[in-house]
């Protein structure tokens, strides 16, 4: 019987530029002026079962990033709840809103920047369960050894700095950090996307383990669709702010439904594919800033049809598990 | 069989770095040769050489490096032991180049007008006006909507997409022969790639532009290069048409680059990886610099592997290569 680990319920993540003092004197003497306001997610409920690795795929600007932070926790939402094991965590007292903060981990793409440079590895990966006792004072060295070698890392890195590193080693020593404070839920953010191909296979293969060995949840966010249809269980597409299809992952990428999923799986070039003609979605991504009515997409779909210009599409259950937010799906068998 | 001069000819480039630690043998004898209207991949991963061979052919290798052997003929002539000053008046013209990080090829202090008008003025006396007109319409062929009012802007007013679209409108300028583009696409969207490997793709057929597209990623030059040269180490292991080397690959390291893509691998199982690392370039095997992850090797691959060319314009540099 599966269980829900993490939910979204109905979550938007509005991001607000106030007027500056130039501008509230414009609106003053009767300049339209407006506050900038972009819905970064928009409306999103979703679910993640235990045990599931999660796919959120998109493009920049789509919001799957911050979407990430707030199921992470690092980031409050505007409107709607996020809960975890059944609670929701913006209502749990201190001690437990710490202990549940503690089950989720963030990984994140930059394997330059998310270490602090001037701190060894010992201090990156030791500080965390030093401080919420993870295990015993006596016991931490042998325990940080024990996941450094777990992740396929020497123990005597610990006495090195973050520079010594290649990217690949730095996303690894990214890992143990994350699991030294023994999470249940890990949010990937673009894990392998700064890096080559054979050292992708072995973080995707590192991660896939873990996950295997730890019954690790998590949620694997990229604009990579070849790599999250290799690990994912179910993927999510989000298109500006809203998530558009989702499904499980070999029905999703069989049977794509939404145009926007199509038009992706259409231009990604695949070794397979020679002399490919690039066909570009038509037009360009809209500003967050200005979405467009309606379907988000409208614009830039092959068959836009009259409700599309204006009444946001919701979620529905097309095929068994498959949800797809369109008013005119493509392809339906 | 080709018959007409190559527009690039490069022999046995080699290009050393002299720091204190030692000598980085950062190119040792890469040879390839690119025809006008042709796109060859240059593939290889982070130490492979691959940039530092573009850096070679551009002139843009600084000390502690420098170009200590081999020829970069260029439409014919040598351009290895060209001054600075006479490299300068290629580049930008003749030949260009497209960075990875487009924010780097971009002046952040100044409007896009001023640096596509500034390009076109470097190589040719024009007027400003026509100067102008030339801008709009690069902006226009890579996709830009709205290029008048793009051209006023900043480069950071742009996102990545566009700023790497923009940079390659700047390549394109002035009409290039040859244009080599050094990971253009890795940080960019499916969408935005597909967008610039449509311009790229248009250019070439168009204009019979030759192009060098270096990248990691071979799923991107299946779809857009006629060859793929490999790179380990600073020498080229592989070289081939795109259903050659994809299809049947000969080198044990090509064979592991292709066995490590998602697509090949059952979804869910774990990808197959290359065992160990690549070597510090600072310390390489003597002999094949693959052999010490290769599951071929023996005591033959501790001399360098020559040349094999089982077909003309197929080659390989193995002592085991997987042949049929």
Same mark, same amino acid.
């Given at each position: 019987?599966?269980?829900?680990?993490?939910?979204?319920?109905?979550?938007?993540?509005?991001?607000?530029?106030?007027?500056?003092?130039?501008?509230?004197?414009?609106?003053?003497?009767?300049? %339209?002026?407006?506050?900038?306001?972009?819905?970064?997610?928009?409306?999103?409920?979703?679910?993640?079962?235990?045990?599931?690795?999660?796919?959120?795929?998109?493009? %920049?600007?789509?919001?799957?990033?911050?979407?990430?932070?707030?199921?992470?926790?690092?980031?409050?939402?505007?409107?709607?709840?996020?809960?975890?094991?059944?609670?929701?965590?913006?209502?749990?007292?201190?001690?437990?809103?710490?202990?549940?903060?503690?089950?989720?981990?963030?990984?994140?793409?930059?394997?330059? %920047?998310?270490?602090?440079?001037?701190?060894?590895?010992?201090?990156?990966?030791?500080?965390?369960?030093?401080?919420?006792?993870?295990?015993?004072?006596?016991?931490?060295?042998?325990?940080?050894?024990?996941?450094?070698?777990?992740?396929?890392?020497?123990?005597?890195?610990?006495?090195?700095?973050?520079?010594?590193?290649?990217?690949?080693?730095?996303?690894?020593?990214?890992?143990?950090?994350?699991?030294?404070?023994?999470? @249940?839920?890990?949010?990937?953010? @673009?894990?392998?996307?700064?890096?080559?191909?054979?050292?992708?296979?072995?973080?995707?293969?590192?991660?896939?383990?873990?996950?295997?060995?730890?019954?690790?949840?998590?949620?694997?966010?990229?604009?990579?669709?070849?790599?999250?249809?290799?690990?994912?269980?179910?993927?999510?597409?989000?298109?500006?702010?809203?998530?558009?299809?989702?499904?499980?992952?070999?029905?999703?990428?069989?049977?794509?439904?939404?145009?926007?999923?199509?038009?992706?799986?259409?231009?990604?070039?695949?070794?397979?594919?020679?002399?490919?003609?690039?066909?570009?979605?038509?037009?360009?991504?809209?500003?967050?800033?200005?979405?467009?009515?309606?379907?988000?997409?409208?614009?830039?779909?092959?068959?836009?049809?009259?409700?599309?210009?204006?009444?946001?599409?919701?979620?529905?259950?097309?095929?068994?598990?498959?949800?797809?937010?369109?008013?005119?799906?493509?392809?339906?068998? | 069989?080709?018959?007409?001069?190559?527009?690039?000819?490069?022999?046995?480039?080699?290009?050393?770095?002299?720091?204190?630690?030692?000598?980085?043998?950062?190119?040792?004898?890469?040879?390839?040769?690119?025809?006008?209207?042709?796109?060859?991949?240059?593939?290889?991963?982070?130490?492979?050489?691959?940039?530092?061979?573009?850096?070679?052919?551009?002139?843009?290798?600084?000390?502690?490096?420098?170009?200590?052997?081999?020829?970069?003929?260029?439409?014919?002539?040598?351009?290895?032991?060209?001054?600075?000053?006479?490299?300068?008046?290629?580049?930008?013209?003749?030949?260009?180049?497209?960075?990875?990080?487009?924010?780097?090829?971009?002046?952040?202090?100044?409007?896009?007008?001023?640096?596509?008008?500034?390009?076109?003025?470097?190589?040719?006396?024009?007027?400003?006006?026509?100067?102008?007109?030339?801008?709009?319409?690069?902006?226009?062929?890579?996709?830009?909507?709205?290029?008048?009012?793009?051209?006023?802007?900043?480069?950071?007013?742009?996102?990545?997409?566009?700023?790497?679209?923009?940079?390659?409108?700047?390549?394109?300028?002035?009409?290039?022969?040859?244009?080599?583009?050094?990971?253009?696409?890795?940080?960019?969207?499916?969408?935005?790639?597909?967008?610039?490997?449509?311009?790229?793709?248009?250019?070439?057929?168009?204009?019979?532009?030759?192009?060098?597209?270096?990248?990691?990623?071979?799923?991107?030059?299946?779809?857009?290069?006629?060859?793929?040269?490999?790179?380990?180490?600073?020498?080229?292991?592989?070289?081939?048409?795109?259903?050659?080397?994809?299809?049947?690959?000969?080198?044990?390291?090509?064979?592991?680059?292709?066995?490590?893509?998602?697509?090949?691998?059952?979804?869910?199982?774990?990808?197959?990886?290359?065992?160990?690392?690549?070597?510090?370039?600072?310390?390489?095997?003597?002999?094949?610099?693959?052999?010490?992850?290769?599951?071929?090797?023996?005591?033959?691959?501790?001399?360098?592997?020559?040349?094999?060319?089982?077909?003309?314009?197929?080659?390989?540099?193995?002592?085991?290569?997987?042949?049929?």
């Amino acid at each position: 019987m599966p269980t829900t680990l993490v939910e979204l319920k109905h979550v938007t993540k509005r991001f607000v530029k106030e007027l500056d003092l130039a501008a509230k004197m414009a609106k003053r003497i009767g300049v %339209s002026v407006r506050r900038e306001i972009v819905h970064a997610v928009d409306q999103v409920d979703l679910q993640i079962q235990k045990g599931e690795i999660f796919g959120l795929v998109g493009e %920049s600007g789509c919001g799957k990033s911050t979407l990430g932070r707030i199921v992470a926790g690092l980031l409050q939402p505007s409107e709607g709840s996020v809960w975890f094991d059944g609670r929701e965590i913006s209502g749990l007292k201190r001690r437990e809103a710490k202990e549940t903060a503690l089950k989720t981990q963030m990984i994140f793409q930059d394997p330059f %920047s998310s270490l602090n440079p001037r701190m060894r590895v010992r201090e990156i990966i030791g500080e965390a369960p030093r401080v919420h006792r993870i295990v015993e004072r006596a016991e931490l060295d042998n325990y940080l050894d024990g996941l450094l070698l777990r992740c396929g890392l020497d123990p005597i890195y610990k006495e090195r700095y973050p520079h010594q590193f290649s990217g690949g080693q730095r996303q690894r020593i990214a890992i143990v950090r994350a699991l030294a404070v023994k999470p @249940e839920f890990l949010v990937c953010d @673009e894990v392998v996307s700064a890096l080559d191909v054979s050292i992708q296979a072995q973080i995707l293969n590192l991660f896939m383990d873990l996950r295997r060995d730890l019954g690790l949840t998590s949620m694997f966010i990229s604009h990579n669709l070849e790599v999250v249809e290799h690990v994912s269980d179910k993927v999510a597409i989000m298109y500006l702010g809203r998530i558009v299809e989702q499904a499980e992952t070999e029905e999703l990428f069989d049977l794509p439904l939404h145009p926007y999923t199509q038009a992706l799986l259409k231009e990604i070039p695949s070794l397979e594919k020679r002399q490919m003609d690039f066909m570009p979605i038509q037009g360009e991504v809209p500003s967050p800033l200005e979405p467009p009515s309606g379907c988000h997409f409208h614009p830039r779909c092959p068959k836009p049809g009259d409700p599309c210009r204006i009444e946001r599409p919701v979620l529905r259950e097309l095929r068994p598990n498959h949800f797809v937010a369109c008013h005119n799906p493509h392809g339906m068998r | 069989m080709e018959a007409r001069i190559p527009t690039l000819l490069v022999e046995n480039l080699k290009t050393y770095f002299f720091t204190r630690p030692g000598i980085v043998k950062a190119v040792d004898g890469v040879t390839f040769a690119v025809y006008p209207g042709k796109i060859l991949g240059l593939v290889g991963e982070s130490g492979s050489g691959k940039s530092v061979t573009a850096f070679s052919i551009i002139g843009l290798v600084d000390p502690p490096g420098r170009i200590v052997g081999g020829q970069i003929l260029f439409q014919g002539r040598n351009i290895a032991g060209l001054s600075k000053e006479q490299i300068r008046q290629l580049r930008g013209s003749a030949i260009s180049m497209i960075f990875q990080d487009s924010m780097t090829a971009l002046n952040p202090v100044l409007r896009i007008n001023t640096q596509l008008i500034e390009t076109i003025r470097a190589h040719r006396k024009i007027d400003d006006l026509e100067a102008y007109e030339k801008a709009i319409q690069a902006l226009a062929h890579v996709g830009i909507p709205a290029p008048e009012v793009r051209l006023k802007s900043y480069p950071h007013q742009f996102s990545g997409g566009m700023r790497q679209r923009v940079a390659i409108s700047i390549a394109m300028l002035n009409e290039p022969s040859l244009i080599i583009a050094d990971e253009p696409t890795t940080a960019l969207d499916v969408t935005i790639q597909a967008q610039i490997l449509f311009e790229m793709q248009k250019l070439c057929r168009g204009k019979q532009t030759s192009l060098i597209w270096i990248t990691h990623d071979l799923t991107v030059v299946a779809g857009l290069a006629d060859e793929i040269c490999v790179m380990y180490a600073g020498r080229i292991v592989e070289h081939g048409t795109v259903a050659d080397v994809l299809d049947r690959p000969l080198h044990p390291y090509t064979v592991g680059l292709i066995g490590s893509v998602p697509s090949r691998n059952r979804r869910g199982r774990p990808l197959y990886q290359i065992p160990g690392m690549t070597p510090s370039l600072l310390s390489l095997p003597t002999g094949c610099a693959f052999r010490e992850r290769c599951s071929r090797a023996d005591a033959s691959c501790l001399e360098f592997p020559e040349v094999f060319e089982p077909v003309p314009g197929r080659q390989v540099h193995c002592h085991h290569p997987h042949l049929e």
